[in-house]
Structures are given as structure tokens and as C-alpha cells.
């Protein structure tokens, strides 16, 4: 871990990314335990952009409040395409120190944490990261702001396609978000009953898929739902039906996908809590003179994992999980 031997006296805050529900209470819990240690906050608009565009603005508690209960984000997010050269982050440098911000909280996920690294190794900047992302694709934390929001959002979406499921004995085809990861797949799946649950990370033999299909038909068991994510093979839901009428040409299969709503609305109260204890912890790890690392909770106890260890690949525990699967839609 980097050590910073100069405590900084103002400190910027920004979300950056895909935007996560909840990471307006963690700019809330950012703001005020800096406040609280008298430290000077300010908030930069639109992640990495509003650095290079001086799009930044002076925080106070009143400043984050009535926010907790709030999706979306209050610092608004945004992609940086110069953020991916050393001389727009060179620039980031400059806009930075001439608003006297002498640290930086990032929330997003791990592109944002990516850029949060280059700050820190190219020009010895004071960086800490906030993992605020719905896929959960991070080592280093048990939890990422977001996920549990996203995954409750898919449930109770598959609860209601459910109903029309039971109704038609029809075969559903729900995609859930997460483009490389499959948590979100793979987690409102179980807690939906889904006979199949298709992610990215794993390969999935659509014989095996059709054969079993069929033989659940002759069952009658005739109502049956399989959660992809979006990330699996070429096209997600529409690429698993397109190859599975390969092995199926008659199966009649309904597709929804769910997309954006599930970045949307109030956090959950888990998310809330970890981004108010995140959020906290950010701060104190600053001033502390820790840098370079993510904060995170692992077993219910807040940890910094360097950033490099934290974009390390994470892989899901496929195995147990999918036999868990295979015996429970059985
Ligand atoms: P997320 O943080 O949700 O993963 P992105 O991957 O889009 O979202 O990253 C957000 C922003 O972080 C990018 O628009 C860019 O400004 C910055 N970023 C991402 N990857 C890098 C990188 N390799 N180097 C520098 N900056 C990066």
C-alpha cells in the first residue's frame, strides 16, 4: 500500500462509469466525514470529464442532503475518451491542483478504478476508489454498490414474467445486465426458480440444454425459465434462441429483456449501508495517508485492496453453484 506522508486538506469526489444505485449516499457519506475532519470537499461533475473541463464545485453538508434515498447520481457520470491518454491525464493533474483538490475519492467501477491507478502511479496523485458498480465484477469485495439494488430490481421483474409464465405454460427467456460478469445471471436466477442460468464466464452445451428441454416437455413440466446475461455468447437472450431453435425449430420462446430499469430506482437498504460505510472509510483511509486502493468489505469488515489486485479477474464458484441449480428446477 502507498503511503502519503502529506495529509490532504481538500479533497474531490466523483462517480464515474456506469452509474450504481447507491452512489448517491456514498457521495453523501464522502462529503460529510470529510466535513467532519475539516477537510475541504468539492464535487466534480460527470467523473473524469468535469476534471478536464473545471466542471467542479464546492460540497457541504447541505450539499448531500435529502440523497440517500436516491438511484442515479447527484455528481451525474459520464465516459472520458482523454482519460485514456497520459496527456489528458496530465491535464487532470494540472485542473486539479489549480482547485487545490490534493486527493481524489473515485466511485465507479473498474474502468473508473483503471484511470484512478494511472493518476496515482503516473503522477503520485492521492487516489482511493469506491467499487460502485451493479456487476460485481471486482476482486477484493464482497459487495459493490449496486448489485444488490440491480439483482432485487431482476427479481422482482421475473416474479411478475413469472405469473404470465404460469399462466401460458410458455418457456421465457429473461436477460439480465452484465456484459462480462455473470453475479446478476446467476444470482436472480437461483432466487427465481430458473431451470437454466447462461453467463458469460462458462460455456453452456445447447444439446445439453435442448435435450433436457425436451425431455421436461414429455415431464409436463411445461413452464420453464432461463436467465442469460447479456454478455453470453454473441447476442445474449436473442443469440441463445437463435441457437436453440438450431436443436428445437417448434420451441415457442418468449424473450424479455430487462435492460436499464435495473440500474434504476432507490437503493436497497444493503446498498445504502455499504455505501454510507464505503463512503466513511474512503475518507478515513485518505487521511489515514493510505492511497492507491479500493475499499471494500470482505466478511462484514472493511478492507483496501491495491488496485491492481482489485481489477485481478474474480471468477464465480460455477460449479457448485450450477449443480445447486440442476437439483432445485429439477
Ligand atoms: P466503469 O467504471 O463503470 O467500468 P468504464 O469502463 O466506461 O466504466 O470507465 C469509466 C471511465 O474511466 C472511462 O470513460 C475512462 O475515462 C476511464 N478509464 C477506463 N479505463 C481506463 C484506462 N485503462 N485508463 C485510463 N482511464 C480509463
Redesign the pocket.
Known sequence: MVLNKKIPTKIGVLT???DAPGMNAAIRAVVRTGIYHGVQMAGIIR??TGILENDIVDMDNRSVANIIQRGGTILKSA??KD??TKEGRAQAIKNLQQHGIEALVVI?????I??AM?LGNEFNFPCVAIPG?IDKDLAGTDFTIGFDTAVNTAVSCIDKIRDTMEAHDRLFIVEVMGRHAGYIALNSGIATGAEYILVPEAHTSMKRIATSLNEKTKRKKLVNLVVVAEGYGENGAVGFVEELKKYLPNVDARISILGHIQRGGAPTCMDRLIASRMGYHAIECLLEGKQQVMIGIKNNAICYTPFEDALAVQQITHDAWLKIIKILAS
Open positions: 464515474s462509469g456506469g467523473g473524469f465516459r472520458c482519460f485514456y465507479g467501477g473498474d474502468g473508473s483503471r484511470g494511472h458498480t
